[in-house]
């Protein structure tokens, strides 16, 4: 049986993705117990906080133990190759899931593993939040084909795998950036193919909002940029998302932020603390994501 992956969004079909998204709020009951006596290893290079919490939960509530393990344990390329502790943790586990600085690492693992790699986050992708962030938007605007989503800010790991799932579910797509930080034409084209109903980019903040039902940000200065941090402040200024920015976007729209976030740069305080917001429940929504995601790799059917 060939082995699934999960490096990146784009590792899922439309129709996985709403499978995984039905599985995510099924009731944990009617899943069953697809990971009972199995083992998932949670190898986090990069310090986390919902990622290591809500991946843990899943696991533990889909029946499984989840182990998790410090990247300084396995040392990856220092103490063993990235490939001897790929194929030692598949002997152990049913799944293996990797939060890493370089993509290539995922990579190497997939392929040498007999057990489905997971992306916990990388510097090219951040498919997991992603999957969240999708399911927050369900939940709240209902069918998503011919909605519009906004991504202001950084074309980060998390913008790719937010507006990879935004296509896959045929959403308008509204990308916002500082020139220089923006998407390529290559990459805007890239995602359309993957059926997103428009796809646009725009060098201003409030034009990106525009008739968006749903508002996304992140950080403006990643972990690994902080050498960068005064030249993005500057880069950046007119780019927080704050209640001028949000007028622009639809009567009824909501303010979506991965966590964690500095108020006052790239968001204002009454945004992502007012009405408008569900950052909680957007990470809330990380386990619920995850115990789907795990659900469908173990071939559990919504």
Not at 192 to 209: R, Y
Request: with cysteine.
């Amino acid at each position: 049986m060939t082995v699934r992956h999960f490096l990146d969004i784009t590792d899922l079909t439309a129709s996985d993705l709403n499978s995984v998204m039905n599985l995510a709020q099924a009731e944990i009951a009617t899943l069953g117990q697809p990971l009972a006596g199995k083992g998932v290893a949670l190898i986090f290079e990069k310090p986390s906080n919902r990622t290591r919490q809500s991946m843990e939960m899943a696991v533990v509530q889909l029946g499984g133990h989840p182990i998790f393990t410090r990247g300084e344990e396995v040392g990856f390329d220092q103490r063993e190759t990235v490939e001897d502790v790929t194929r030692i943790m598949a002997g152990y586990h049913h799944v293996v899931a990797a939060r890493v600085f370089a993509h290539s690492v995922l990579q190497r693992m997939a392929a040498v593993s007999s057990v489905p790699i997971i992306n916990l986050l990388s510097e090219q992708s951040h498919p997991m939040q992603a999957l969240a962030d999708v399911l927050t938007m369900r939940q709240e605007l209902g069918d998503l084909r011919k909605k519009t989503v906004a991504w202001i800010g950084d074309y980060n790991n998390v913008a790719r795998s937010l507006v990879e799932a935004c296509s896959l579910e045929g959403m308008n797509i509204r990308i916002g950036c500082p020139n220089g930080y923006g998407a390529s034409d290559s990459e805007l084209a890239r995602i359309a193919k993957l059926g997103a109903a428009t796809v646009n980019q725009f060098d201003s903040a409030q034009t990106a909002a525009t008739d968006a039902d749903a508002v996304h940000t992140d950080v403006f200065v990643s972990m690994g940029q902080e050498l960068e941090t005064a030249k993005r402040l500057i880069d950046f200024k007119d780019f927080c998302v704050d209640s001028k920015v949000m007028s622009h976007a639809s009567k009824n729209a909501i303010f979506m932020h991965c966590l964690p976030a500095h108020r006052g740069v790239e968001v204002s305080a009454e945004v992502i603390d007012g009405q408008q917001s569900r950052i909680v429940t957007q990470a809330h929504n990380r386990m619920h994501a995850a115990r789907g995601l795990l659900a469908h790799l173990m071939g559990v059917t919504p």
